[in-house]
C-alpha cells in the first residue's frame, strides 16, 4: 500500500464534536439503516398475518426499531473508539487558570461552594471539594 492510499484511508471526519474515520461512519450509516429497514419489512410481512391489520404498522415500526438496536449493538463491536483518555487530576491552579480563561471569577465561586452545605458535601464526596479550595485556603 502506498503512503497515498494509507493516508486516504485514513480521512478523518468532524461530527457532533467528535472525530471520526469517514469510512467508519459511512459504514455505520449503511449497517443501521439496513437493519432499520430489514427489520421493518420482516414487520410487514409477518404481522398481517398474527396481528389486527390496524396495528400492523405500528408493530412493523417497532421491529424496525430493534433493527436500529440490533445495528448500534453491532457498530458497537465492529468500530471500537480510537482515542486514549488520559485523566490526571486537577490541581487548584489549573482550575483557576481555567477560570481565568472563561473570565469568570474563582473567588465567587468558591464562597458559592462554602454558603451551599449540600454542594460542598455533594463534590466532597466526588473528590473534587479540594480542587476548588486549596489554594484558597493555601492563601491563608
Known amino acids: 500500500m502506498t503512503e497515498k ?13 467528535d472525530t471520526v474515520y469517514g469510512k467508519h461512519l459511512i459504514a455505520t450509516i449503511s449497517i443501521s439503516i439496513a437493519f432499520s429497514l430489514i427489520g421493518f419489512f420482516i414487520g410487514k410481512q409477518i404481522f ?7 396495528m400492523v404498522q405500528s408493530y412493523s415500526l417497532l421491529l424496525g ?7 448500534l449493538l453491532t457498530n458497537t463491536f465492529l468500530f471500537k473508539p480510537k482515542r486514549t483518555l488520559n485523566e490526571t487530576p486537577s490541581t487548584s491552579e489549573e482550575i483557576s487558570e481555567v477560570y481565568r480563561q472563561l473570565q469568570l471569577d474563582i473567588e465567587e465561586e ?29 492563601k491563608r
Open 48 to 54: 398481517p398475518k398474527i396481528a389486527p391489520e390496524q
Open 5 to 17: 492510499q494509507h493516508n486516504n484511508e485514513m480521512t478523518y471526519v468532524e461530527v457532533i464534536g
Open 65 to 71: 426499531i430493534a433493527g436500529s438496536l440490533i445495528a
Open 110 to 138: 468558591r464562597q458559592s461552594i462554602k454558603d451551599d452545605p449540600v454542594i460542598a458535601q455533594e463534590m466532597k464526596e466526588q473528590g473534587i471539594y479540594d480542587m476548588f479550595m486549596n489554594e484558597q485556603e493555601d
